[in-house]
């Protein structure tokens, strides 16, 4: 668990990929001698903060989001949200400003209004996120950022066993989108890429538990070609890889810009359920994990 140890203490909200970004290019360049393939990486301007490994011959791209949510400092001790975060007074806040490192807690008031409580003012515009923390124990994950750092994790973990694919860092997911568009322009326009899988972490329902697979999901807010969505799923099938069917008609991922794409590109979204969403306190169940990176490691040697 020490490289998902490292991926919780990265602070990356939207608009500072770029730090999860050198780290998983260090990480890779450390690490891929002992991958079955050593992939192409690509970043730099023409991708601003976003990262693409290629290995092989590509058919399918994984895309992984980097971003998570947080707040942004507004005027004087206020708050403003960065994408849907929990909120409850007393949570433990980190960030930094030209002043120095920054710990806080954060402040709800009666009409929902966030503020955040700290001996002096932190400068306006700066990034705050939750205290980095990972507690291991009793078949669980729990803490901050599971969304997406385990998504993250599990693209990693398949790099090591794949030949042929293509694995995307991507960002803005939980601040509206926006990367999207221009990757998926590039992998249609220089590998002909026609499938994508979303590696996110998914919501414990009524329907969804934890500890009884990696979830599949069928349909969010925006609903998948059904042709290939049968595919995967005769193939996870065959897999006998522990697995569960998600139904949902809201919420979304990387999958909705691809779905909104000029581009013939199928996706769809597979990862581990968590509870506690959104919070410091994010769970999930090992196995879940561990399924969920079983799962990609077969589809993308099968698709």
């Given at each position: 668990m020490k490289l998902l140890e490292q991926l919780i203490d990265i602070p990356s909200p939207s608009g500072s990929e770029y730090l999860m970004r050198d780290f998983i290019t260090q990480y890779v360049r450390k690490h891929s001698d002992s991958w079955k393939v050593q992939p192409k990486i690509l970043s730099g301007d023409f991708l601003q903060d976003n990262l693409i490994l290629v290995f092989g011959e590509p058919r399918t791209a994984i895309f992984a989001h980097?971003?998570?949510?947080?707040?942004?400092?507004?005027?004087?001790?206020?708050?403003?949200?960065?994408?849907?975060?929990?909120?409850?007074?007393?949570?433990?806040?980190?960030?930094?400003?030209?002043?120095?490192?920054?710990?806080?807690?954060l402040r709800v008031d009666d009409e929902g209004q966030l503020f955040y409580d700290f001996p002096r003012a932190i400068e306006t515009g700066t990034t705050l996120t939750w205290k980095p923390a990972l507690k291991v124990g009793e078949g669980f994950l729990e803490g901050p950022y599971m969304d997406n750092r385990l998504g993250i994790y599990n693209a990693l973990k398949v790099a090591e066993h794949l030949t042929d694919g293509v694995i995307v860092f991507s960002s803005?997911?939980?601040?509206g989108g926006g990367s999207v568009p221009i990757l998926i322009k590039y992998l249609a326009e220089n590998y002909s890429i026609k499938q994508c899988l979303i590696s996110d972490i998914t919501w414990v329902t009524e329907g969804v538990q934890h500890e009884s697979g990696v979830a599949i999901s069928m349909r969010d807010r925006n609903i998948p070609r059904r042709k290939f969505l049968d595919r995967v799923l005769e193939l996870a099938a065959e897999s006998g890889i522990a697995h569960q069917l998600e139904v949902e008609g809201g919420g979304s991922s990387d999958g909705r810009e691809i779905h909104h794409s000029p581009y013939p590109i199928d996706w769809l979204f597979i990862g581990a359920p968590e509870d506690n969403v959104h919070s410091p306190h994010e769970r999930v169940a090992i196995k879940d994990l561990t399924a969920m990176i079983a799962m990609y490691i077969y589809l993308m040697e099968k698709l």
């Open positions: 980097m971003d998570t949510i947080g707040f942004t400092v507004r005027y004087h001790d206020q708050l403003v949200p960065i994408g849907g975060p929990d909120v409850e007074n007393g949570y433990e806040l980190v960030g930094r400003d030209s002043k120095g490192l920054i710990q806080c807690t803005f997911e939980e601040h």
